[in-house]
């Protein structure tokens, strides 16, 4: 039988699409080009995580002896946790999260929060699905959180798994006549979940009392952010006074406030699966908390286009909205950086993502 360096399986796994069939010991790895390599290994990791003789004892406890692993797949696309699709011989499937802080590109903004400001974490994550479930607001159901740190340095989860696609997707490919209804379960739902209220700011347990006021927690960031970017783009840097003066003006033109909504905190159509039902369910639910609404929707109007629409609301306030418009530019132009600094895959898309918003936040010296 033949051995693989972890090095050499590496370089293999590059040029798979990342499926691992478990089969009498030997692994299948299916290529890009379409061919099949098999591989007989003593020991096997998955992209550094759970060891597969792991997984497999780790569904045997959660699921039964009838849960035997078949394939594991890296579900691509997260910037901050690791998520593999599981599927066990009897037709099972579930989703393993991995919170492997070393592997987020945004480890270095991590180690600098307040607890109060994380959006990162197991503990966040099971607090917030428990309310939500609570709530009626449908998101994955966990099945098994492991915190104990005893074999690996970081948590992991056994989670559901929806079967559809994300929104994202249905809306590129769905009809008007299913667009519409997509849209407008999406919409149910957020009405649902921004009903919410309380009368302090913050996440479930752990209110924010750093500032009087949620938007101050975002004045500041975008001081942050507007910082990071100016070390590396030039007309960024040249305007930065005259862009510190836009975020104070705006900020001054708000209203104290006492009544906050749950948000989701990052909701764009990739943060939501619909399954084949076609119910929404709200993933990467670990920023939620309570806040002004306004933080949500100008950010959903950037993410939905056209079809926010569906789920705009009359109630919001018009200054609020201009000024996480201003804020989640700079923020999305800072973020699109660092994934361009710090070896994000899709290197187009963190190029594309920055130059998009520094063109925003750049427009607002003229207005």
């Known amino acids: ?44 990791v998955i992209n550094d995580h759970l060891k597969l003789s792991d997984l497999e004892e780790y569904l045997r406890r959660v699921f039964g002896s ?59 994550f099971q607090a917030n699905n428990t309310y939500l479930t609570q709530q009626g607001i449908q998101t994955p159901a966990i099945y098994d959180l492991n915190t104990d740190r005893d074999q690996y340095p970081f948590d992991y989860a056994l989670v559901e798994y929806v079967s559809g696609p994300n929104l994202e997707v249905l809306l590129r490919e769905s009809d008007p006549k299913m667009h519409n209804l997509l849209l407008e379960r999406v919409g149910e739902l957020l009405a649902n979940m921004h009903g919410i209220r ?6 479930l347990n752990a209110p924010l009392f750093r500032f009087p006021e949620c938007h101050l927690l975002q004045v ?23 862009l510190l003066d836009t975020l104070y003006r705006l900020e001054a033109n708000l209203r104290p406030r006492t009544d906050y909504g749950w948000i989701h905190g990052e909701l764009g159509p990739d943060h939501i699966l619909i399954n084949e039902k076609l119910e929404p369910y709200l993933i990467d639910i670990e920023g ?15 993410r939905f286009g056209e079809d926010y629409r569906y789920l705009k609301r009359e109630d919001l306030d018009a200054a609020r909205m201009h000024f996480y418009r201003f804020h989640h530019h700079i923020s999305l132009l800072s973020g699109g950086l660092k994934l361009l600094h710090r070896g994000f895959p899709d290197q187009q898309f963190a190029k594309g993502l920055a130059d998009y918003h520094c063109d925003c936040v750049l427009r607002y010296i003229v207005q």
């Open 288 to 302: 939620a908390m309570f806040f002004d609404l306004e933080h949500e929707h100008s950010f959903l109007e950037m």
């Open 198 to 203: 309380r009368e302090v700011y913050g996440k």
């Open 66 to 124: 009838d849960y035997k692993l078949s394939t594991v797949s890296n579900m691509h696309g997260g910037a901050q946790k690791v998520v593999y699709k599981v599927k066990c011989t009897n037709g099972f499937s579930c989703v393993l999260y991995v919170w492997d802080a070393s592997r987020s590109y945004f480890q270095e903004d991590m180690a600098n929060q307040l607890n109060e400001e994380r959006s990162y974490g197991s503990d966040l």
């Open 220 to 242: 500041k960031n975008a001081e942050i952010q507007l910082a990071y970017a100016a070390q590396f783009i030039e007309e960024i840097r040249n305007y930065k006074s005259m």
């Open 1 to 44: 039988m033949m051995i693989f360096s972890k090095t050499l399986f590496n370089i293999i796994s590059e040029l798979a699409e990342t499926v691992y069939t478990l089969h009498q010991n030997l692994y299948t790895v299916r290529l890009l080009a379409g061919k099949y390599l098999s591989i007989g290994v003593l020991y096997m």
